[in-house]
């Protein structure tokens, strides 16, 4: 059975701070998304990375894909109230979009 | 251009009920998905489409919930009948088609409660 591990479960910090998340799997993927959900809505993406070693920004979002395809990080950078919410990785190990998630990781971000 | 529509957007039953739900998913999209997210976890896939055939629902408990697409646009997912732990978020999802790496947009969710 495939996983997703993702870490921390929760995260609590003040705006203007860093922050890393992770996420980890023994097995190798296509291709990881990134989604954020916020309450009482549906997962919307963030960004999706394909090639082993990818680097991909998105403003303040530094996404990064681990070279062997099975590992992935999110670091934000000056972080704002606005980022709070669950951030979901998701791996697509089949090539037909069957995208496996992770619990997600919890950000809360205080003014 | 209008997103995924789900609805209802919330359903309380009692635990041996029935409950359907519908999804409207964007237009000129092939592919459906319904997800089960249960509080503190992903999404789960239960079922995929591809226009109105299932491409995979190998973790759709068929005892119980059955997901239909009739005519390759709406689709309704059931639950007959309804345990407790299938109280979750029913997400539902549409993709232009389902190769790899292609974008999931994702409707508001059903929250199902069963007592």
């Known amino acids: 059975t495939q996983l997703l591990e993702q870490s921390p479960q929760f995260l609590s910090i003040q705006e203007g701070e860093n922050l890393t998340v992770y996420c980890n799997s023994s097995?190798?993927?296509?291709?990881l998304q990134w989604y954020r959900q916020e309450p009482g809505e549906g997962p919307v993406l963030l960004v999706t990375?394909?090639?082993?070693?990818e680097v991909k920004k998105l403003k303040r979002l530094t996404f990064q894909f681990g070279d062997a395809r099975k590992d992935s990080s999110l670091h934000i950078t000056a972080a704002q109230p606005g980022d709070t919410g669950l951030y979901l990785c998701?791996?697509?190990?089949?090539?037909?979009?069957?995208?496996?998630f992770g619990a997600g990781t919890r950000l809360a971000v205080h003014p | 251009e209008a997103g995924v529509a789900q609805s209802p957007r919330y359903k309380i039953i009692e635990k041996r009920q029935s409950v359907a739900f519908w999804c409207n998913p964007i237009?000129?999209?092939?592919?459906l998905y319904w997800y089960q997210q249960i509080l503190g976890q992903g999404p789960k896939l239960l079922i995929q489409f591809q226009n109105n055939g299932v491409v995979d629902d190998s973790q759709l408990p068929k005892d119980r919930f059955s997901a239909e697409r009739l005519k390759g646009v709406d689709s309704t997912l059931k639950i007959q009948p309804a345990k407790l732990e299938d109280s979750a978020v029913y997400l539902c999802a549409s993709s232009l088609r389902g190769g790899s790496a292609g974008e999931q947009f994702f409707g508001p969710g059903t929250r199902l409660t069963v007592l």
């Open positions: 990375v394909v090639t082993g070693g």
């Open positions: 237009s000129g999209h092939a592919t």
């Open positions: 097995s190798v993927f296509s291709s």
């Open positions: 998701a791996g697509d190990s089949g090539g037909y979009n069957k995208l496996i």
